[in-house]
Each structure stands twice: as structure tokens, then as C-alpha cells.
């Protein structure tokens, strides 16, 4: 039996990253692992906890910016390790695995760090990277290479069950309405999509778009869409325990984001049988099928492009 223990700055129910770990926790049921997570109360988001046992979660300030309290939560964080004879920490944070890489110093546990999004390079994280790494798409991986000195970087992704054949989509159902599922957050880009919706309207386009979500704009977004008037062809519905669903009833998914590591949300429409409109960058072009281009290669920010696309 091997006890893993799993570090992250919280779980956001609306995280692609929380995703993602339970992803992992729910397809290892039988792989001789007893399962482990730290929470790090970093934020005031809503969490989703509830998959995770009562008894294998806690809470340490691993986040924290001051120095005294960080020192006694990794004071408890090793000493957590030591109780329950922890041999593998997976962190998903790079923050997180930098002190993390740090603190083997004081205990044997081996650590892997998971890569989210590509990022700009950094000499302290590149000297102080975690010697395995795995990357959630071949973007991450490749960018992974560029900022680390991990020794071993692998490829994983966010499985899908596909199926057997692609569903069909029943246009007299759909008609002209885009769903987009996505944290309000301005990475996302969800403001250059209205400004791309009030192009349309103005070019005499019936649309409507339907935005499933929640995050730091909401309020926002939505002075916004009044403002230009966008009351009638744009429903904000906020968070969704099963939004997915609904792709069935919009033509198309838009995620009009500045970065991404690997959108899931275009993956599970793919196996819905729905496409997908994503800007040009990484992440998103991880999710193009090899033998396919982005026709639109639509640069964030671009809200013409966009409209056109």
C-alpha cells in the first residue's frame, strides 16, 4: 500500500485543477493507494470537499505570506507526513512545490509536481524544481522542459470517456445559441466575448449565449451586458453542478481564453458530440485533433476575430 498525499491551494468546485485531481482519485480506486489531501485555505471561493474522506483531509497554511505561520504549517505538514507515513506528495501548485521540494530536506517522501498552464521562466523555479513533473497537456510538457530541471517529465491528461460513435447534434433544437462554461475570471476573456456578441447583434445576427460560472466578475460582466444592451441575447446562470448537460443545447462551446493548460470543458463537448470556437493559444491548441488546424486562429483579445470565427 502506498500513501500518497495531495497538496493543493484549494479546492474550488469550479477549478479545472480539482478536477483533475479527482479525476485521478476516482480512477485509482484499486491501485493499492491510500489517498491523502492537504488544503491550504488559500482564497474564499467555493469549495467542493465532500468526494475527499473526513478523516484524510486538513487544512495547513501552506500559502500563507507570513513567515511565522508558515513555519509552524510546515512544521505540521511534516509531522503529517511522519503520522501517516506519507512516500509520495503530488503538489499542483508551483509555489507549493518549490517549499514542498524544500522541506524533503527534512523527511524521505518523493515529490511530483503537475503542471496546469505554461508560464514565463524563472530562475528560482528552475533551480529548485521537483526532479519529476508531469504536464496535463503536451503545451505543459513542452513548456515544463523549457522552465525546469526535471529529470522525468511525462505527459497526462484529462480522461473522457468517448463514445463508440460521434453524437449527432439536432439543429431545430440548438438553433442559434453558444453556451460558455468558465470561471469569471479576466484570464478567461469572457468580457471580449460580449464585446464579440454586441458585434454580432449590430451586424443583425439573431444569437443568443448562455455563460455558466462563477469567479471574481460576475457583477462585473454583468453591468456589462447591460450596458451594451445585451439583455435579451446573453443569460448569465452562474455556478452549475452539471453544466456539461447543457452543451446539448447550444450549436457550439466559445472559451475565449487568454491561456489555458487543457480546457476540459472542449474535451467533454467533443465526446458530446459539440465543437468547440477557442482562441489560438496554448492549451486550447492542445485540443485540435492532429490532423486538424485551428480554422479560426482567433488571438485573444481580438473581438472582430472572434466575432468572424
Not at 482564497?43 to 468526494?51: A, F, I, Q, Y
Not at 505570506?65 to 509531522?79: D, G, K, N
Not at 439536432?170 to 475570471?185: E, Q
Request: aromatic letters at 8%; glycine letters at 8%; charged letters at 20%.
Amino acid at each position: 500500500m502506498i500513501n500518497v498525499c495531495v497538496v493543493n491551494p484549494n479546492y474550488y468546485r469550479s477549478s479545472g485543477v480539482t478536477v483533475c485531481i479527482r479525476r485521478i482519485y476516482d480512477n485509482l480506486p484499486r491501485a493499492g493507494i491510500t489517498w491523502h489531501f492537504v488544503d491550504c485555505g488559500y482564497g474564499d471561493e467555493h469549495e467542493d470537499t465532500l468526494w475527499i474522506p473526513r478523516d484524510r483531509l486538513v487544512k495547513l497554511s501552506l500559502m500563507t505570506s507570513s513567515p511565522v505561520s508558515l513555519i509552524h504549517a510546515c512544521v505540521a505538514f511534516l509531522r503529517y507526513v511522519r503520522k501517516h507515513d506519507i512516500q509520495v506528495v503530488h503538489v499542483h501548485h508551483r509555489r507549493l512545490a518549490l517549499l514542498l521540494n524544500g522541506l524533503r530536506a527534512f523527511s524521505s517522501y518523493r515529490l511530483i509536481y503537475t503542471g496546469h498552464l505554461t508560464y514565463r521562466y524563472s530562475f528560482l523555479f528552475w533551480l529548485c524544481s521537483p526532479r519529476v513533473s508531469t504536464g496535463v497537456s503536451q503545451s505543459v510538457v513542452d513548456n515544463l522542459r523549457r522552465t525546469t530541471r526535471s529529470s522525468e517529465i511525462r505527459l497526462i491528461g484529462n480522461g473522457c470517456d468517448f463514445p463508440p460513435a460521434c453524437p449527432s447534434v439536432d439543429l431545430s433544437k440548438v438553433g442559434s445559441t453558444a453556451v460558455c462554461i468558465a470561471r469569471l475570471d479576466p484570464v478567461k476573456g469572457i468580457d471580449k466575448l460580449l464585446d464579440a456578441w454586441r458585434i454580432l447583434l449590430d451586424r443583425g445576427h439573431e444569437c443568443r449565449l448562455v455563460i455558466f460560472g462563477e469567479g471574481l466578475l460576475p457583477d462585473e460582466l454583468e453591468r456589462k451586458a447591460k450596458a451594451q444592451g445585451l439583455e435579451r441575447s446573453v443569460e448569465f446562470r452562474g455556478f452549475h453542478r452539471n453544466a456539461v448537460a447543457e452543451i446539448d443545447h447550444a450549436l457550439f462551446l466559445v472559451l475565449p481564453s487568454r491561456v489555458e493548460g487543457q480546457p476540459i470543458v472542449t474535451i467533454e463537448a467533443a465526446t458530446r458530440g459539440s465543437a468547440s470556437l477557442v482562441t489560438n493559444v496554448d492549451g486550447s491548441r492542445d485540443c485540435v485533433p492532429p490532423d486538424h488546424g485551428l480554422p479560426n486562429l482567433v488571438t485573444f483579445g481580438d473581438v472582430t476575430g472572434l466575432a468572424n470565427a
